[in-house]
């Protein structure tokens, strides 16, 4: 399923995206797996609640740690995230 | 024995099984053999606080198994403190007794996925299999899975009196609108060891099989997931066990025995503990059981001087166990292993069985049999 840069984007219900104090992370629990995130693949999840997207994605996170540049690093990260069923288009 | 209790990694998984009871009687449970000998069950209270110690430690993936879990009055009251503690909770069931006011039930507890075995894809084979009829119940339980917003799991396991069908469960799988399909090819422990003659398929059945299969694995790809247990009697390198002994996973069997997988029960001088006996904590850290196989002190050649013993840890020990007599041997499924022949003995003795004019029976899995040959 390809990356629709116009429609909002979420989190997935079929999967659970979780705080884990013993290993210090945040993971994606789905049946008989959890995938590990880095902190920056969190903050974008984080924002996948089905009120923004693509670009409303980017330039959130730029705003919030200040910087610029971010689209193809998170588009990117998207397109693995659609393909692996963690986020849901519509 | 080996192990530096500092170097410990957490457990992440904690099966539970909760119960050996089950209204099914697959020929090939991973359950023991002699599973009627342990009547005793762990009580509510006692369930809740190896919940609550196996995620203060860092388990996550909570497995509801068996036996059926739902012959146990308390699942929900299970479900809801493994919601409350933050697991993942995954129902593992043959879907029998599973009603929608349940599976409502289960749902507002707190239970994040159902996993429903299916045995074949014809009503016929699949109620020969379990022993009961089922088929039927089985794919309704399916539809309201789904209908009640859980991912849907179809286990299938794979044996000679089902591969044939292995184009009709893929088809059955999309029809049910499955999001992942779990195709287990049959593990040879417990009930399946004791009926291999009968379950191993030829490699010819095989190939064919998982050529099918992997067709499908393309044909589906972004909208199910697939996972393939490998049949590892066709492999030359062993699985590796458990993703390695006592690293991550943590089975609590139905009395309270700690095991660090689910057949280690069968292994002689283990003295796996007990909950009723000590906290997860000093089970997982401290336990002869759970530091018997950890780090590769006890490894014996050829794993020993092996460069991929960091791969797969010597293979199963449970599987070296059954099929060399030795339990520190490399699994036989490894084509370094000086044993590895049992394997081909194993694979023509089974394609004997099947040429043979009056084939055995399957030995099914009830307590009957269980008392018979404990």
Sequence with gaps: MPLDLDQPIHFSRTHRLQWEEAQQKQVILYPEGMVELNQSSAEILKLCDGTRNVAQIVSDLEQKFATAGLTNDV???LEVAIQNGWINQN | MAGSIKTNTPPRWLLAELTYACPLQCPYCSNPIDYAR????????????????????????????????????????????ARDLGYYSNLITSGYGLTEEKIIQLKEAGLDHI?????????????HIAGTASFEH????????????????LCVVIHRENIHQMAEILAMAEELGADYLEIANTQYYGWAHANRD???????????????AQAFKKKVEGKMKIYYVVPDFYEDRPKACMNGW???????????????????????????????????EEIWNESKAFNFFRGKDWMKEPCRSCDEQDKDFGGCHCQAYLLTGDMYNADPVCSKSPHHGVIQDAIDAAAQSSLAANEKPLIFRNSKNSRLLS
């Design chain 1, 75 to 77: 588009t990117a990260f």
């Design chain 2, 38 to 81: 342990y009547q005793a069950e762990l009580s509510t209270e006692d369930w809740l606080r190896v919940l609550t110690q196996a995620r203060k430690m860092g388990a996550v993936q909570l497995g509801f198994s068996g036996g059926e879990p739902l012959t146990r009055q308390d699942l929900p009251e299970l479900v809801k403190h």
């Design chain 2, 115 to 127: 996993q429903v075995s299916i045995q074949a894809s014809s009503q016929e084979l699949n109620d």
């Design chain 2, 138 to 153: 089985k794919k309704a339980v399916a539809h309201l899975v789904k209908k009640h917003g859980y991912p849907m799991v």
């Design chain 2, 198 to 212: 009968l379950l191993l398929p030829t490699q010819e059945q095989f190939v064919k099989a998982e050529a099918i």
């Design chain 2, 246 to 280: 006592g690293t991550t996973f943590l089975t609590i069997a139905p009395d309270g025995v700690a095991l660090p997988c689910h057949s280690a029960r069968d292994l002689p001088g283990l003295d796996c503990p007990n909950v009723n006996d000590y906290s997860i």
